[in-house]
């Protein structure tokens, strides 16, 4: 983040002008009309610190026009940011989140497109906000104290196109006491944390879903390289509108050790029993370079679906030191809008079991982040099962000091027992970039959408051409 006191506050305009070979997103078998269309809108980055304010926002709407094709002209919206009051010293603060953006219904539908901007009847417009008001305090260096409370919903407009699989309208409560060692305690670490979260739905009976938990975690360093980990608790789910799967409530625990055979190296593994099974989770990281990482995260939860990209989505983002939001999970830029994230079976109980793979780091001339994952998500109540697996990479270059040069990628494969095909999705674009002044800047950029599938009806293909400004104010 910046240092103290000190706020970097961009207003924007942005206008393109862009070609596409495929405006309706007809499937390959049908015929596909090219389109010119025109976008403009305003924006606004905010980044920054104050004595006792921390905030960064991203938030932009714009409008695209269509040549031919009127019938798609559209206006839409993103806003993405989080932010920290303390109010006062050392002791009392709110975090606030905020996310507003397209959401897919179901990607696997028969005329699916995985594109927002020309799939409409299978986007909704999705926005998230939760304030989380919390009390820290220390007694003499052995206990530190965290109270926690959160309000936060979810809200979509139009409700999924009248897509009954699509997640309804939730507004989420809960509170939270944790007890942890304090700085005392130099070789046995422990923390207990009693939580209990309610997600109420909006819907004819109000519904809700809720989560009671009582955890225990313990660390024990036996050397510089060795410590055991150990996490004991207890909980239980209520779903009102569904049922919930047996061995989900009660007792459950997960033992393990962390490995740290030097400065650039940590591998920590808990395995054990949770969610009515086997179950478990590792993180590691290895440092190759002084802005160089490898990293790797294993995860074992269960949500209601909409949460994962929802509430819950935020309290995985952190800053890193270039003042970007990433994902503490990947290490990457944090991306809510992934095209991988649904609403269907939004509303149900699921079990994900994700690994993420992570490289990133820089160079004098160069940026780059590369990732590769593979999620299960089991939802309970109906045994539908989806297996997403995937690759993919950004990679920038400063060719002079006022031209870069991007390219992102992403592939995914997508096998789901509820429909009869599997989709294999690609995800292309690179750019130039050039900076006419500190206030003006241009790019060429080209991107491509290609998905294929066993079924040829649901086959689609867009290649995308744009000339783009943006003006800082």
Do not use: H
């Not at 410590?227 to 004991?232: C, F, N, S």
């Amino acid at each position: 983040m910046p240092a103290r006191a000190d706020w970097l506050v961009e207003p924007r305009v942005e206008t393109a002008i862009s070609a596409t070979d495929n405006a309706q997103g007809a499937t390959k078998a049908e015929k596909q009309d090219a389109d010119l269309f025109g976008t403009v809108g305003p924006g606004i980055n905010i980044l920054g610190e104050g004595a006792r304010v921390r905030l960064n926002f991203n938030g932009s709407v714009q409008y695209n026009k269509y040549l031919q094709e009127s019938d798609l002209d559209d206006a839409s919206g993103n806003a993405f940011g989080i932010g920290r009051v303390e109010l006062f010293e050392d002791r009392f603060f709110v975090d606030g989140n905020v996310n507003y953006r397209q959401q897919l219904i179901d990607r696997t539908a028969s005329g699916s497109t995985d594109n927002a901007r020309i799939d409409s009847e299978n986007t909704t417009d999705r926005f998230d906000y939760s304030i989380s008001p919390y009390y820290l305090e220390r007694f003499g260096g052995w206990v530190e104290t965290q109270t926690r409370g959160v309000f936060g919903q979810t809200l979509f407009d139009p409700l999924g196109r009248g897509d009954t699989r699509a997640s309804s309208n939730a507004t989420t409560v809960g509170l939270s006491q944790s007890v942890a060692s304090g700085a005392r305690f130099t070789s046995f670490f422990w923390n207990v944390t009693g939580e209990v979260n309610r997600s109420i739905r909006d819907d004819d009976d109000n519904t809700y879903f809720q989560v009671q938990r009582v955890t225990g975690d313990t660390e024990y360093v036996i050397n510089r390289t060795w410590a055991l980990l150990g996490t004991v608790g207890i909980e239980e789910y209520k779903d009102t509108g569904s049922t919930v799967p047996d061995g989900y409530n009660g007792v459950f625990w997960l033992v393990g050790a962390r490995w740290t055979p030097g400065p650039r190296t940590s591998l920590s593994a808990r395995v054990g029993r949770r969610f009515g099974g086997m179950s478990y989770a590792a993180e590691g990281s290895y440092i190759l370079g002084p802005t160089t990482t490898i990293s790797l995260s294993v995860d074992d939860t269960a949500t209601v679906g909409q949460a994962r990209n929802g509430v819950n989505f935020f309290n995985m983002l952190v800053e890193n030191e270039d003042g970007v939001i990433i994902d503490e999970t990947t290490g990457l830029p944090a991306d809510p809008n992934d095209p991988n994230d649904d609403l269907t079976n939004g509303d149900a109980i699921t079990r994900n079991r994700t690994i993420n793979l992570s490289l990133t780091g820089s160079t004098e001339r160069n940026d780059f982040s590369f990732f590769t994952f593979f999620t299960q998500r089991d939802t309970e109540a109906t045994g539908r099962e989806a297996r997403i697996s995937g690759l993919g990479g950004r990679f920038k270059r400063r060719l002079t000091p006022l031209l870069d040069w991007n390219v992102a990628a992403r592939t995914s494969y997508t096998d789901d027992d509820a429909i009869a095909n599997t989709y294999l999705t690609t995800n292309l674009g690179t750019s130039f970039d050039y900076r006419f002044s500190d206030s003006l800047t241009g790019s060429v950029e080209y991107s491509l959408f290609d998905r294929r599938s066993d079924d040829e009806t649901n086959e689609r293909q867009e290649n995308l051409v744009s000339v783009r400004l943006v003006k800082f104010f």
